[in-house]
T-cell receptor
Framework: DTGVSQDPRHKITKRGQNVTFRCDPISEHNRLYWYRQTLGQGPEFLTYFQNEAQLEKSRLLSDRFSAERPKGSFSTLEIQRTEQGDSAMYLCASSPGQSWETQYFGPGTRLLVL | SQKIEQNSEALNIQEGKTATLTCNYTNYSPAYLQWYRQDPGRGPVFLLL?????KEKRKERLKVTFDTTLKQSLFHITASQPADSATYLCALEVYGQNFVFGPGTRLSVLP
């Protein structure tokens, strides 16, 4: 257990529905990252926050995806109008501000869109 | 185009032998490179980081090398054990802000 938690761990939804995932990083970690991972592939970067500021977004993050980190603590990732291609593991990671090279990953949320 | 490749999808070795995993990249210039372990259904766990000015890094039974001329990192596990069976991922630092991961190599250590 790295200290990063994600909720829910599993989500099954129907195409077209909206889903929201939550990530609670290690407290006092300034950086928070979201990744998406499909079977047999490594994690793909989606976005990251430095405190409450969203500093970078991948082009993978279409306008159906939005992430927030109010008050620089927990973060949410919302997917609107889900598509079957959104089925994946969504991983959150955090790192301390002074030593951001080491990321601590949560257990992930596995999303299945039917 | 930019690419990260890891030597093979799967690697089987006998217990007690040394496992060597390869990470090759093109069109990146990372200041450092990391290796992670991932077990099925779980998030990656950080193992080692090596910087561009370091040739080799060790931690217990693990050793990583980094050759910026060849654009390659090698990850070694000596005296391998069945408990070392997992997927191993390399990750490159990109633009000082985030990371790009390779596809991973699934290692199986056979008793």
């Amino acid at each position: 257990d790295t200290g990063v938690s994600q909720d829910p761990r599993h989500k099954i939804t129907k195409r077209g529905q909206n889903v929201t995932f939550r990530c609670d990083p290690i407290s006092e970690h300034n950086r928070l990252y979201w990744y998406r991972q499909t079977l047999g592939q490594g994690p793909e970067f989606l976005t990251y926050f430095q405190n409450e500021a969203q500093l970078e977004k991948s082009r993978l993050l279409s306008d159906r995806f939005s992430a927030e980190r109010p008050k620089g603590s927990f973060s949410t990732l919302e997917i609107q109008r889900t598509e079957q291609g959104d089925s994946a593991m969504y991983l959150c990671a955090s790192s301390p501000g002074q030593s951001w090279e080491t990321q601590y990953f949560g257990p992930g949320t596995r999303l299945l869109v039917l | 185009s930019q690419k990260i490749e890891q030597n093979s999808e799967a690697l089987n070795i006998q217990e007690g032998k040394t496992a060597t995993l390869t990470c090759n990249y093109t069109n990146y210039s990372p200041a450092y490179l990391q290796w992670y372990r991932q077990d099925p259904g779980r998030g990656p766990v950080f193992l080692l980081l090596i910087r561009e000015n370091e040739k080799e890094k060790r931690k217990e039974r693990l050793k990583v090398t980094f050759d910026t001329t060849l654009k390659q990192s090698l990850f070694h596990i000596t005296a391998s054990q069945p408990a070392d069976s997992a997927t191993y991922l390399c990750a490159l630092e990109v633009y000082g802000q985030n990371f790009v991961f390779g596809p991973g190599t699934r290692l199986s250590v056979l008793p």
